[in-house]
């Protein structure tokens, strides 16, 4: 898809590396003006604005815990100072912390919930007065097959992507009349840093499952969240788009 997003400004969450980082290029490559957040590498960070910019595209990175409503909301200002509005979210920052629920610690279900649920709430509560005072959006949320489904020893992060689900469609109500759409991505399994550590066997149980036969790549997220911004969705709201190779059929 080549619609250029020229004019536009937007948020992506946790964009550093995978399918964030994916997700970012592909909209600045778009015309889009990006703004990033991250938690820990201000190398990659500085990386990816570089590269934006050394493509003739304008972007800026904030570190940034997402989980910091105060820090959102700062984040968000600085935003709409420096580039003048926010027309679309991509709320992608996340983290696991994988335990059988008779296992888990308070800590790791309170920390999945509120840097994978909370933290797209805070960006969501922030950008959607400024969608809807300028009668149009775009807020693509991530979630996972995960969320959908369930899966054992990820209570924290099926829960928290659960939510995501709800609060997408709820949204959608929401800010449909204002012209701002609300989607979200289920993901399966994607070539990310979450995925390398997995073992040969478990990869290749997975891949069993997986209707064609391999893992996904950052760009198959991406070209799917460069739809759900664009005009050529302009019909499309509260859906909840599994992009997972056929892994949940």
Do not use: H
Request: aromatic letters at 6%; glycine letters at 10%; proline letters at 1%.
């Amino acid at each position: 898809m080549s619609e250029t997003l020229a004019g536009q400004v937007a948020i992506v969450t946790g964009a550093t590396r995978g399918v964030g980082r994916a997700i970012a290029q592909a909209l600045a490559a778009r015309r889009a003006a990006v703004a990033f957040n991250y938690l820990i590498r201000d190398d990659l960070a500085a990386e990816l604005v570089a590269t934006i910019e050394g493509a003739g595209g304008k972007a800026k990175g904030y570190r940034l815990d997402v989980s910091d409503a105060a820090g959102v909301t700062a984040m968000v200002k600085d935003v709409r100072e420096t580039f003048g509005g926010v027309d679309i979210l991509v709320n992608n920052a996340g983290l696991t912390r994988d335990r059988l629920v008779l296992r888990m610690d308070v800590e790791d279900w309170q920390r999945v919930l509120d840097v994978n649920l909370s933290g797209a709430f805070y960006f969501c509560k922030e950008v959607a007065p400024l969608m809807v005072k300028a009668r149009r959006g775009a807020i693509v949320n991530i979630t996972s097959v995960s969320g959908l489904a369930g899966l054992p020893g990820q209570a924290n992060y099926s829960a928290a992507k659960a939510g995501l689900v709800g609060l997408t469609k709820s949204l959608a109500r929401e800010l449909g009349k204002r012209n701002v759409r609300v989607n979200a991505l289920a993901l399966g399994y994607v070539e990310t840093d979450m995925t390398e550590g997995l073992g040969d066997e478990y990869k290749q149980r997975i891949l069993d499952n997986i209707a064609l036969a391999r893992f996904g790549k950052p760009e198959d997220v991406a070209d799917v969240v460069m739809f759900l911004c664009s005009d050529a969705a302009r019909y499309v709201t509260g859906e909840v788009i599994r992009v997972d190779g056929g892994l949940a059929l």
